[in-house]
């Protein structure tokens, strides 16, 4: 799945090419992508027919697009999973259509949204938009906890919570009810950048490591999204279609037996929750024994 910086990417380039469009048709080609809609495509298709895009908008992985419906405050949104391998592009309506393209939504302007989809994990759903915490988001999001590029995240909150977790440090980053956005790839940078290796348990980190540990979580996708993202393979672009170029700034991740760019020891892999986690033996040392002992 598209971590934080990826489906920023993509929002901006909504918020650019869609945002104040209205939504003349709507086309579903394939009924897995809309299974998170349980009326079932055509009532998707009916009940976005007419709808104009009040904005693009994200919080952590999750990326949505606000309806309105004319009312004094839009009530609705299209919530947009990405899955694995979806895909937002904006093409002319007449343009040849990609050979996973599952929805089609043809705009006032002439253009045409696609949802472009090739294992199917991802698709559309209409919800409905509740407050939570201050900020409006769509139902299904509203368990999800602020990101670090969020104006209102709170570090010493998030700090806390983490220091209640009697778990690896990795798993918490991952837990997008602690702090959302971040995925393996990023958490692995943000843990070789701190020096802390992802096996360290949450609450034996001292509260000034964990805060050190965020903010380099919020510096390594601050950078990735200055240069559109992390791409490696076709999977991921934006809604140009264009790839981002942060894969060629890794410090560990994917690069297994190549020096680390700190000390030159050679990037280690370890298997991971069915993953792989990267990191250097020599700046991220593997705890000895895990315990609640407190540790810089």
């Known amino acids: 799945m598209p971590e934080l910086p990826e489906v920023e ?10 945002v104040g469009h209205r939504i003349d048709t709507v086309e579903v080609r394939h009924p897995r992508s809309v299974r998170r809609h349980e009326p079932g495509g055509a009532d998707l298709a009916a009940r976005l027919n007419g709808r104009h895009i009040a904005a693009a908008q994200r919080r952590g992985k999750f990326l949505w697009l606000v309806l309105d419906d004319g009312s004094a405050e ?10 694995m391998s979806g895909q937002m592009l904006v093409q002319p309506a007449d343009a040849p259509l990609e050979k996973h393209a599952h929805i089609l939504a043809t705009l006032d302007s002439g253009a045409q949204l696609r949802f472009v989809d090739q294992r199917t994990f991802g698709g559309w759903a209409l919800a409905s938009l509740v407050e939570v ?8 999001v509203a368990h999800i906890a602020r990101d670090p590029l969020d104006a209102l995240f709170d570090v010493e ?84 279609g264009q790839s981002g170029y942060f894969e060629r700034s890794l410090a560990v991740y994917g690069r297994e037996d190549l020096p680390c760019r700190r000390c030159g020891a050679a990037i280690r892999r370890e298997k991971f929750m069915n993953r792989s986690s990267y990191s250097c033996p020599r700046c991220q040392p593997r705890p000895r024994a895990q315990g609640h002992a407190r540790t810089a």
């Open 9 to 18: 990417v993509v929002r901006r380039g909504l918020a650019e090419h869609v």
């Open 74 to 83: 839009p009530d609705e949104a299209i919530v947009v999973h990405l899955g």
């Open 133 to 140: 915490d201050g900020t409006v988001v769509p139902e299904p």
């Open 157 to 240: 909150t998030v700090v806390g919570a983490m220091r209640r977790k009697h778990s690896e440090i990795k798993r918490v980053l991952l837990d997008q009810t602690v702090v959302s956005g971040v995925g393996n790839i990023y958490a692995d940078e943000a843990l070789w950048r701190a020096k802390v290796h992802g096996a360290r348990l949450a609450d034996a980190l001292t509260r000034p490591k964990l805060r050190a540990l965020l903010n380099d979580v919020h510096a390594v996708m601050g950078e990735a999204l200055a240069v559109g993202g992390t791409s490696f393979d076709s999977l991921y672009v934006n809604v140009n």
